[in-house]
């Protein structure tokens, strides 16, 4: 006669599934799974001590101040994102080239019409000529142009770059040493494109 | 050179042509200030607020989880102070850890990973210190008889000590089943077993504490 393994003494000791037919011609095997029984019952009825009804605020206050000193869980902190460096890269680009078109019109241009911020005013058609070559053929408009369509606004939006009173000087600040020599570099040598003009 | 990079803006940067970068502050609200109450959200909402900033959702969690949390504790080192220290350790954890929760099993299991971990750490560190009899819960002695109560408080006391004295992953196993009421499948998830591993330990468990009591 086989007997039951100890899977199947502990599943009729648990009341798992039907019982096996063993069971009933076996002693040896029923005596077991009685025992096994009898100790899952006698271990059940050890409870643990309810604590004090005050010791459940006290305990949440203790774990929320714990958590008041840990830093933000790792998804409500900004990650490193290919898409949004891409994006503040390309906003910075539009900076300074903005910059350095502001430069170029070295000579007031009279105008009756204005864009919106941050576009060049359009000159008056019955007024001079303008002294810079058409916007359309400018090439480094046409650059501005291309990384302003490459620039996702969302991204953009969600790294925090929004337009507003405070000037280049925010972002300039942001910089490294070495960018911002780049930067007055970059600066210098279209003031002295837009004095030769 | 801040001096010259000023000077150069400030001569040659018209006022409409400023550009500025502001970065929000990280929000720990909805931008809105009207998202869902907590209460109405269900574990894995409550989780990705906490994991968006609201950490108000987590005391939620705490909330939901902290009775379960202690008791486990508790099985494992037998006296309230511990129990406390132990649970809250568990919480601080499974805040650190909120990101790899990744909802394949319920948050009370993957709290209970946490706290059988911190548990098993402890009780490795230091043999458990049982509860000294005064610090028991007061029973009123007119209402039940008094020997019955004595007895059964023995009874327990050696349920106790006899679990203590189980190897670590049997004395697991029989807190999860016994009384935590989880299924094979799910201690096994907690104590990164099989199935199969969890059952034997389980029925050698409960031989040795026929043994032993």
Redesign the interface.
């Known amino acids: 006669m086989r007997h039951l393994s100890?899977?199947q003494?502990?599943d009729s000791?648990e009341g798992r599934g039907e019982p096996p037919a063993h069971l009933a011609s076996c002693l040896a095997c029923r005596s077991r799974v009685e025992?096994?029984k009898?100790?899952?019952a006698?271990?059940?009825?050890?409870?643990?001590?309810?604590?004090s009804p005050l010791?459940?605020n006290h305990?949440?206050e203790?774990?929320?101040d714990?958590?008041?000193a840990?830093p933000?869980?790792?998804?409500?902190?900004?990650r490193f994102s290919f898409a949004r460096t891409a994006s503040l890269a390309a906003?910075l680009a539009?900076?300074v080239i903005?910059?350095a078109v502001?430069?170029r019109t070295a000579e007031p241009v009279n105008s009756v019409v204005r864009g919106p911020?941050?576009l060049p005013e359009v000159a008056d058609i019955g007024g001079n000529p303008p002294l810079s070559p058409p916007l359309d053929d400018d090439p480094t408009w046409v650059v501005m142009g291309e990384l302003a369509s490459q620039l996702n606004l969302e991204d953009a939006t969600e790294a925090?770059?929004?337009?507003?009173?405070?000037?280049?000087?925010?972002?300039?600040a942001?910089m490294s040493?070495q960018e911002?020599?780049e930067?007055?570099e970059l600066?210098?040598a279209e003031?002295q494109k837009a004095n030769r003009l | 050179m801040a001096t010259d990079l000023n000077s150069i803006l400030a001569q040659n940067i018209k006022p409409e042509w400023t550009v500025s970068i502001v970065r929000p502050e990280q929000s720990l609200e909805p931008e809105d200030g009207t998202g869902p109450a907590l209460a109405e959200l269900d574990e894995p909402a409550l989780v990705a607020a906490c994991l968006a900033g609201r950490r108000e959702a987590f005391d939620m969690i705490v909330e939901l989880h902290r009775r379960a949390v202690y008791q486990l504790c508790y099985r494992f080192v037998g006296n309230h102070e511990d129990a406390s220290d132990l649970s809250q350790e568990v919480f601080i954890r499974a805040f650190r850890g909120l990101d790899r929760f990744r909802g394949d099993s319920s948050l009370g299991t993957w709290l209970y990973r946490i706290a059988v971990n911190v548990s098993l750490n402890k009780v490795s560190a230091k043999q458990p210190q049982t509860e000294p009899i005064d610090a028991r819960p007061h029973i009123d002695s007119r209402a039940v008889d008094p020997s019955s109560e004595l007895l059964r408080g023995e009874r327990a006391a050696q349920v106790r000590a006899a679990i203590a004295c189980l190897p670590k992953k049997q004395r697991a196993t029989v807190i999860l089943r016994i009384y935590h009421e989880l299924s094979h499948e799910e201690i096994a998830g907690i104590l990164g077993s099989s199935v199969g591993a969890v059952k034997t330990n389980f029925f050698h468990a409960l031989a040795k504490l026929r043994n032993l009591l």
Do not use: Y
């Open positions: 100890s899977d003494i502990l000791a025992e096994l009898q100790v899952l006698l271990a059940a009825t050890d409870s643990v001590p309810e604590p010791f459940w305990f949440s203790r774990v929320r714990a958590i008041a840990e933000a869980p790792l998804s409500a902190r900004p906003a539009i900076i903005g910059v502001t430069m911020v941050g925090g770059l929004t337009t507003g009173p405070d000037a280049a000087e925010r972002a300039i942001q040493e911002q020599r930067v007055v600066l210098q003031l």
